[in-house]
């Protein structure tokens, strides 16, 4: 029997096997420009939410123990609090691909011009089951990426606050 080691005597050394690839269906989640996104949780649904172990990692993918013979299924995807769902044939197509959406709200002054640092920053909060924090305005605007769903927003400024609800995104 041979042995990597068998290069010693002359024979070729024996094959080293590459893993397998993963026989089961693969859910990601891309941010708006294309790349990964890690932290984010899956679901399936079979009889009842089905929790898929693990989160994605850092290019996105999430690697799960379902079969792709099992034909249409309907997935969820959760991040940053928020969920979205999907169905899919995953016999025909085993990769399940969510995408965020590039969100940017803006602190404006009463003519309509983004508000320099120097006049203050506003404190961003978005509502997905609770408020949640979006960051801080930076040259009157702050971003993030989210869940293409509808959100309200809210911003903070000089000890006042408003809300904006039902914002597409």
Request: charged share 10%; proline share 7%.
């Amino acid at each position: 029997h041979r042995s990597n080691a068998s290069c010693l005597s002359g024979l070729p050394p024996w094959p080293t096997e590459s893993p397998p690839p993963p026989q089961g269906v693969i859910v990601k989640l891309l941010v708006s420009q294309g790349h990964g996104l890690a932290g984010a949780s899956a679901q399936y649904y079979d009889a009842g939410w089905q929790t898929i172990p693990g989160s994605t990692d850092a290019s996105g993918t999430l690697v799960t123990g379902i079969p792709t013979t099992r034909g249409n299924l309907t997935f969820r995807m959760t991040y940053a609090h928020a969920s979205t769902d999907m169905a899919q044939n995953v016999t025909s197509n085993p990769i399940v691909t969510f995408q965020t959406a590039h969100v940017t709200v803006e602190l404006r002054d009463s003519a309509g011009n983004l508000m320099p640092d120097g006049e203050g920053t506003g404190a961003v909060q978005y509502y997905a089951g609770g408020w949640r924090d979006f960051g801080t305005t930076t040259g009157g605007q702050a971003s993030k990426e989210l869940l293409p769903l509808t959100y309200s927003f809210s911003m903070n400024y000089a000890f006042a606050r408003q809300e904006k609800g039902g914002q597409n995104v």
